[in-house]
């Protein structure tokens, strides 16, 4: 059985760090391309971060360099660090998991491609 579960999410000031964790079980993450997602209220849910087996990240625009997607193969966990948080970073942070092996360069945050799903972890940055 597929399962993601994330955790680490919480309050955190603007400028300030935070890391969130998904625990995956019930396949092997390395087979697919696994990504981070967040939705805010009353917006549409976005990509952002992904990775893959060949150590392949992408991010979108809005976070990039200052969040960084890693694996931890040891304990099959993804995380999503996040530095320089800024009130638009908040959302709930949703772990999802690929239909893919490779994460593509033109639709790596489409929902569609994405077949499983955690419960999310809310992150909430306070101005």
């Known amino acids: 059985r597929v399962e993601l579960e994330e955790s680490g999410g919480g309050p955190v000031q603007a400028g300030g760090s935070l890391r969130v964790s998904c625990e995956i079980s019930?396949?092997?993450?390395?087979?697919?391309?696994m990504g981070w997602f967040r939705q805010a209220p009353g917006k549409e849910r976005e990509g952002v971060a992904v990775?893959?087996?060949?150590?392949?990240?992408r991010y979108a625009d809005s976070v990039k360099g200052r969040f960084t997607i890693s694996q931890d193969s040891a304990k099959s966990t993804l995380y999503l660090q996040m530095d320089s948080l800024k009130a638009e970073d908040t959302a709930m942070y949703y772990c999802?998991?690929?239909?893919?092996?490779?994460?593509?360069?033109?639709?790596?945050?489409?929902?569609?491609?994405?077949?499983?799903w955690g419960q999310g972890t809310q992150v909430t940055v306070s101005s």
């Open positions: 999802a998991r690929n239909k893919v092996m490779f994460c593509s360069t033109s639709d790596w945050g489409t929902l569609g491609r994405y077949n499983f």
């Open positions: 990775v893959d087996s060949t150590g392949t990240t």
């Open positions: 019930g396949f092997y993450y390395k087979s697919y391309c």
